[in-house]
């Protein structure tokens, strides 16, 4: 079955305070280097039948009514991944 991925990241204006979090933890932990973190969502989503452009248009909608809030957060990337 095809699966479709669909990446969701706060706005650059939120504030992302689990990314902040993770980036405060990483010196800590030896992992040095690292500027910035931003934490998103990952959303893998099978798909019965062919992804056509008409599929993916609706799994964008549905990502940007559904998978996502879209006053903080905004749909980057919708991937297709063959099975």
Same mark, same amino acid.
């Given at each position: 079955m095809p699966r479709v991925v669909v990446h969701v990241m706060p706005k650059p204006e939120i504030l992302d305070p689990q990314g902040k979090a993770v980036a405060a933890a990483l010196p800590r932990l030896g992992f040095e280097g690292i500027a910035s973190v931003r934490q998103g969502k990952r959303f893998e989503l099978e798909v019965e039948g062919e992804i056509t452009d008409e599929v &993916?248009?609706? &799994?964008? +909608?549905a990502a940007t009514t559904l998978l996502s809030n879209?006053?903080? +957060?905004? *749909? *980057?990337a919708l991937e297709v991944e063959d099975a």
């Open positions: &993916l248009a609706s &799994l964008r +909608e879209p006053v903080i +957060e905004d *749909v *980057v």
